[in-house]
Nanobody
């Protein structure tokens, strides 16, 4: 059972930056960040192949967020650098992992990921 531990959430003013980190308990093929606002569906934000580095982003974060994988003793870590934060970025952010390949058209869909972290809150004030 893969375990994911997130860190780095917090509160920031609009235009500021935050960096989220997610550490997996073992190597994972693909990792992603999702976010969710109460009452809304979980939204895919960014995804990356842990080894090859192929990335995809939601249109709403392109040019502002960067997802970066790294390997440490065979375990995957993925960071999400968030710049130019806006109030509508406020959400609970979740790390997710898949042990297999995902069709490119489905890489930002929550049901493609089996393993999930507990989430970290990001709050952006205007």
């Amino acid at each position: 059972q893969v375990q994911l531990v997130e860190s780095g959430g917090g509160s920031v003013q609009a235009g500021g930056s935050l960096r989220l980190s997610c550490a997996a308990s073992e190597f994972t093929y693909r990792m992603a960040w999702f976010r969710q606002v109460p009452g809304q569906e979980r939204e895919g934000v960014a995804t990356v192949n842990s080894a090859a580095g192929s990335r995809a982003y939601a249109d709403s974060v392109k040019g502002r967020f960067t997802i970066s994988p790294s390997l440490d003793n065979g375990k995957t870590t993925v960071d999400l650098q968030m710049n130019g934060l806006r109030p509508d970025d406020t959400a609970m952010y979740f790390c997710a992992a898949s042990m297999g390949a995902i069709d490119p058209a489905r890489r930002l869909q929550a049901n493609e990921y089996k393993y999930w972290g507990q989430g970290t809150q990001v709050t952006v004030s205007s």
